[in-house]
């Protein structure tokens, strides 16, 4: 493996992690952050707005864990694939919770 199958594994669990919480409350009727809104990242889109982007997101995680050869890389592309997992949803996750303390 080259080393930016490693980077395309990485973002692609950045992008499939972020996929989830848009297409979720997108598809329950929610509205919920994204970078369309106003302030971008703060305000809130509308759930079909966030239907799009967790598709879109759904999109490029996909091509990238493609490119990525995680299927074929085994252990060191899976824990690179699980950092970027971690490397969005732990971050988001605090940042989340510090939104609705206030």
């Excluded at 329950?28 to 302030?39: I, L, Q, Y």
């Amino acid at each position: 493996m080259h080393w930016y199958h490693f980077v395309f594994c990485f973002f692609s669990g950045v992008f499939l992690a972020n996929a989830v919480p848009h297409f979720v409350k997108g598809i329950c009727g929610d509205p919920f952050p994204t970078p369309f809104a106003k302030p971008p990242g703060k305000g809130l889109s509308s759930p079909t707005v966030n239907v799009l982007w967790g598709l879109f997101n759904l999109a490029i995680g996909w091509i990238l864990l493609h490119h990525g050869y995680l299927h074929h890389a085994g252990a060191p592309a899976a824990v690179t694939f699980f950092a970027g997992i971690a490397g969005i949803s732990i971050p988001m996750s605090i940042r989340f919770a510090q939104k609705h303390s206030h």
